[in-house]
């Protein structure tokens, strides 16, 4: 997660709480987020498919049925550009957000 790289980041390498550090702790949160959230967006998107209408009767059966003719490892298929995708925006949000922290005034953020 982005905590605990943020605190791991400070505490081994030294870094100041600084903008570089919120964009690298965001980076490294990419691949995390991604290793949870690739199997929802997997069956997700199986469901919204259209090709694929008819085929399973709601979230579980598509989740089962993944499993049972792919294997478990089918439901991390796009595993690779999640975590590029997470990756770059993390570490764009983080960085952006701790920047403006710094540079808005007060309780705008």
């Known amino acids: 997660s982005y905590a605990t790289a943020h605190s791991t980041l400070r505490r081994h390498l030294g870094m100041r709480d600084d903008s570089i550090l919120a964009s690298l702790s965001g980076v490294l949160a990419g691949a995390p987020e991604a290793l949870v959230t690739t199997p929802f967006q997997l069956v997700k998107i199986r469901l919204q498919a ?54 808005v005034p007060g309780q705008i953020l």
Do not use: I, Q
Request: charged share 15%; net charge positive.
């Open 50 to 103: 259209k090709h694929n209408a008819g085929l399973y009767t709601g979230t579980a059966h598509c989740l089962t049925e993944t499993v049972r003719k792919e294997g478990p490892l089918a439901l991390f298929g796009g595993l690779g550009a999640t975590v590029w995708r997470n990756s770059v925006w993390n570490g764009v949000f983080f960085g952006a957000m701790h920047f403006l922290k710094d540079v």
